[in-house]
């Protein structure tokens, strides 16, 4: 079972750059479903981006397309989320989440993943 880790977040400008990168461990996640989330206070967990088994598909929120991109690097250990123009509404928890099984009708869906990182905090300010 792949474990995942995520990092970058933190304290942005309006109009700023972050990158949020999510480490697995155990495994690498070949094969898998890969996708970013995020949770504001007193929201329900949307769904952000997705990289569909591996780096087949990309696909992304409406409110995010154009300035966020999801990326992953070769040996499949590493999934980014490099977020630009960054607005206050962006402002959250982000979580990374995989899975194996995954179809493709599902993948923005966040009770489709059964494994999740311990988030990350983002902070943009006006």
């Known amino acids: 079972q792949v474990q995942l880790v995520e990092s970058g977040g933190g304290l942005v400008q309006a109009g700023g750059s972050l990158r949020l990168s999510c480490a697995a461990s155990?495994?690498?996640?070949?094969?898998?479903?890969m996708a970013w989330f995020r949770q504001a206070p007193g929201k329900e967990r949307e769904f952000v981006a997705s990289?569909?088994?591996?780096?087949?598909?990309?696909y992304y929120a409406d409110s995010v397309k154009g300035r966020f991109t999801i990326s992953s690097d070769n040996a499949k250990t590493t999934v980014h989320l490099q977020m630009n123009s960054l607005q206050p509404e962006d402002m959250a928890v982000y979580y990374c989440?995989?899975?194996?099984?995954?179809?493709?009708?599902?993948?923005?869906?966040?009770?489709?993943?059964?494994?999740w990182g311990q988030g990350t905090q983002v902070t943009v300010s006006s």
């Open positions: 989440a995989a899975d194996g099984s995954v179809i493709w009708s599902s993948q923005t869906r966040a009770d489709a993943y059964d494994t």
């Open positions: 155990g495994r690498t996640f070949r094969g898998y479903t």
């Open positions: 990289m569909f088994r591996s780096n087949a598909y990309t």
